[in-house]
């Protein structure tokens, strides 16, 4: 029990310390935002559909929740900025309870039941008649409290705490108690897992993820329109990354994030004619060779992964 | 007993992460501005290969990239503060669409190329994200179709609209047309996004103001595409004129889908036929526009007599040679932001942001392009641009513009 958490706290500290570094190193602080940003969501994917088997295609409607309602509560209610992003990811909290009864559908119901709330809530936000609170299609502005470095250490904390998080289900009873479910929800409850609750509350938890990203989010960006935080390409790359590294892993996600966000970075600045060719070809060969991932790699030989 | 899973581990984590730093650190480029004389003035932008903004993204860069061949070929752009002329050098990335990539390539452009100034891609959404990374760096953002009216405040210094009034201002002489000529029964329809609803909002006070409540007022998602219910909805409430306020990709669905219904109204407006007019006949057909309604903006306006840059008819012909494809109001948003660049140069006493800022006042006001009045508010906002109202009419195989209103 000891060495894999051992093992997890390397892959922690590795790559807090990269993001708490590499700004120094290379200037482009957004660039590692926005990395740090996918890494958390892909990590919160990695609890609902590594641990559970759910796949959430509408994740970003919780990643828009908390963006909006950090941004709402900070305008209107005058609350700090970081009070403003715990208020948005509880606000994905109260939305995924509202969401719960999705739960009851598997597979390819629920991710398509997930996206259709993520379209709903994104057409409620937007609405113009809700100009007043959300200022419907006109975004919000956040000049007034713009503090980019700030907000990225904020964005550090955030991921320190997703790390931890999926580092303790990784490593825990609850995480065995996920996987079982995962795997055959009626044994698991004739062994004793209560499978409504664990389920829920991975559920939660994964959307409490979302809604505090999204907050660091919106303060980081601070000028955005509801299609910037609803886009469903967020919930693309953020399932994609978890994928392509491994799910039911910390450092799945970790890999899947850095090859790839570097790849889209890199290929899609330096040779955009070639981008979605050699994106597709890569994301092809994964899925014909490593379904199950990098980090498969490891495992087929017998080795643990964190 | 560990060691083999902690060097696996080791060697994954470390190999992947330096693998990956390598990769992100890949992006840097070497462009470092100097304060004297430097031998390139470098122009940094984004454009969308691909996307919802391609088709309106991409001809804006063309005409962006048009201008700097051109200068180029001359030896460059002449900086008054060096009094020489310097070769330019555009560095652009593809944003695809997506505001978030956008922030990131901003961020890269001013941080990692240190690009001497700053353009940024096609319309309000891709714009945003560069207005407050642009403040924050203290860089000047000329902005050639970001008309987002929140953009533009006291406290911001580092952003000029280029080409287009901000889009609230646009239904004026629409607003105008209508009372004018005692249009009682108003049907609106829009897209619920920054752009088309502060148009909406403008039209309806200004009708308000004349007493006239529209018959149909709706908003719809700005993903709309099948408006064949809606049509039927408007055609309920027999108006006389109907105003569809969309973007391209919502214009061309709601003009197929008037032709498909067989409905006709007195006036039928929409905004994008006024900007990709060709690009818009292709979808819809001739006799799909055909009397129907725009704001009309160059190639359809022709400014020949112009006091700086080419004019219409120079630009089209020259446009023609080096791209092959006839210019459209996009292509014109570009130049004319290479055109407000080479007279800010000429003006400017240094390449500080400011100093740019300051140039850029000397002459608003007074330089006439292709593309019309330019001119400043305090805020930065462009307010030399006016756009009429115009009708298509039918001439021969194709369409011909017909200015009926112009305040």
Redo the contacts between chains.
């Keep these: 029990m000891r060495?894999p958490l051992i093992?997890g706290g390397?892959?922690f500290l590795?790559?807090l310390l990269?993001f708490a570094i590499?700004p120094s190193?290379?200037?482009?602080?957004?660039?590692?935002f926005?990395?740090m940003v996918y890494l958390a969501l892909a990590q919160g994917v990695n609890i609902l559909y590594g641990f559970t088997g759910y796949l959430p295609f509408g994740y970003v409607g919780f990643f828009g929740t908390g963006a909006y309602a950090a941004s709402l509560c900070i305008t209107l209610l005058h609350f700090p900025p970081v009070l403003g992003i715990i208020a948005g990811g509880l606000a994905s909290v109260v939305l995924s309870i509202l969401l719960s009864p999705l739960l009851r559908l598997s597979g390819a119901y629920f991710a398509i039941g997930s996206l259709a709330a993520s379209q709903m809530v994104y057409?409620i936000v937007?609405?113009?008649s809700l100009q007043n609170i959300t200022n419907?299609?006109?975004?919000i502005?956040l000049?007034s409290v713009?503090q980019?470095h700030t907000s990225y250490v904020t964005m550090i904390v955030i991921l320190a705490l997703v790390m931890g998080v999926v580092i303790y289900i990784r490593n825990s009873r609850f995480g065995l108690s996920l996987q079982a479910i995962r795997e055959d929800p009626v044994s698991a409850g004739m062994a004793g897992v209560h499978v409504v609750r664990q389920r829920a509350i991975a559920w939660f938890l994964s959307a409490l993820i979302a809604g505090l990203v999204g907050g660091a989010f919106a303060w980081h960006?601070?000028?955005?329109?509801p299609?910037?935080v609803f886009?469903l390409?967020?919930s693309i790359f953020a399932i994609v990354f978890t994928l392509f590294g491994g799910v039911t892993t910390v450092?799945g996600p970790?890999?899947g994030m850095?090859?790839l966000y570097?790849?889209y970075?890199?290929i899609?600045?330096?040779e955009?004619?070639y981008?979605?060719l050699i994106y597709g070809i890569l994301i092809l060969l994964l899925v014909l060779f490593l379904p199950s991932g990098i980090?498969s790699i490891?495992k087929r030989r017998g080795?643990?992964?964190? | 007993m560990m060691k083999t899973p902690f060097r696996v581990l080791s060697r994954i984590a470390v190999s992947g992460l330096i693998a990956s730093a390598m990769t992100l650190s890949g992006l840097a480029a070497a462009n470092a501005a100097s304060t004297k004389a430097p031998k390139q003035i470098t122009i940094g932008t984004l454009y969308a290969g691909s996307g919802s903004f391609a088709d309106s993204s991409l001809p804006q860069y063309d005409g962006l990239k048009f201008w700097v061949n051109q200068m180029n070929a001359k030896g460059g752009v002449y900086v008054k503060a060096y009094h020489k002329k310097i070769p330019l050098k555009l560095i652009a990335y593809n944003d695809q669409s997506s505001s978030t990539t956008a922030a990131t390539q901003y961020n890269q452009l001013i941080t990692q190329n240190k690009v001497n100034l700053l353009v940024s891609d096609f319309g309000s959404v891709l714009t945003s994200v560069a207005v407050p990374i642009a403040q924050e760096h203290k860089m000047l953002l000329i902005d050639p179709t970001g008309t987002g009216g929140s953009f533009f405040t006291p406290n911001n210094p580092y952003i000029a609209l280029t080409s287009l009034p901000t889009s609230g201002v646009w239904p004026t002489s629409l607003a105008d047309y209508l009372i004018k000529n005692h249009y009682k029964r108003v049907a609106l329809i829009y897209d619920q996004n920054d752009f088309d609803q502060s148009q909406a909002t403008t039209l309806l006070a200004k009708l308000k103001n004349a007493k006239i409540t529209p018959v149909y007022n709706n908003s719809v998602p700005t993903s709309t595409s099948n408006y064949s219910v809606l049509i039927h909805s408007i055609m309920a409430t027999n108006p006389d004129a109907v105003i569809e306020f969309g973007y391209n990709t919502n214009d061309i669905p709601f003009l197929q889908s008037v032709s498909a219904s067989g409905a006709h109204f007195k006036m039928l407006f929409t905004i994008f036929p006024g900007q990709l007019l060709s690009n818009i006949e292709q979808n819809v057909g001739v006799s799909g526009l055909a009397g129907t309604y725009t704001y009309p903006t160059p190639p359809l306006l022709v400014y020949n007599k112009v006091n700086y840059g080419l004019g219409m008819n120079a630009f089209t012909k020259e446009f023609q040679k080096s791209t092959h494809s006839a210019p459209n109001f996009l292509d014109v948003a570009g130049y004319n932001a290479g055109l407000v660049i080479q007279k800010t140069l000429e003006n400017t006493t240094g390449l500080g942001q400011l100093q740019l800022r300051k140039a850029l006042y000397t002459f608003s006001g007074k330089m006439f392009t292709l593309d019309g009045l330019f001119k400043l508010s305090p805020t930065g906002a462009q307010i030399g641009e006016t756009l009429p109202v115009a009708q298509l009419i039918k001439s021969g195989n194709g369409l011909k513009v017909k200015v009926v209103y112009s305040k």
């Design positions: 060495k093992s390397i892959v590795i790559v990269f590499m190193v290379y200037s482009n602080e957004d660039l590692f926005q990395a057409y937007s609405n113009p419907g299609p006109y975004g502005n000049e713009y980019p960006i601070s000028v955005f329109y299609t910037t886009d390409n967020i450092l970790v890999l850095f090859v570097g790849f970075n890199l899609g600045i330096s955009p004619q981008f979605q980090v490891v080795h643990y992964v964190p």
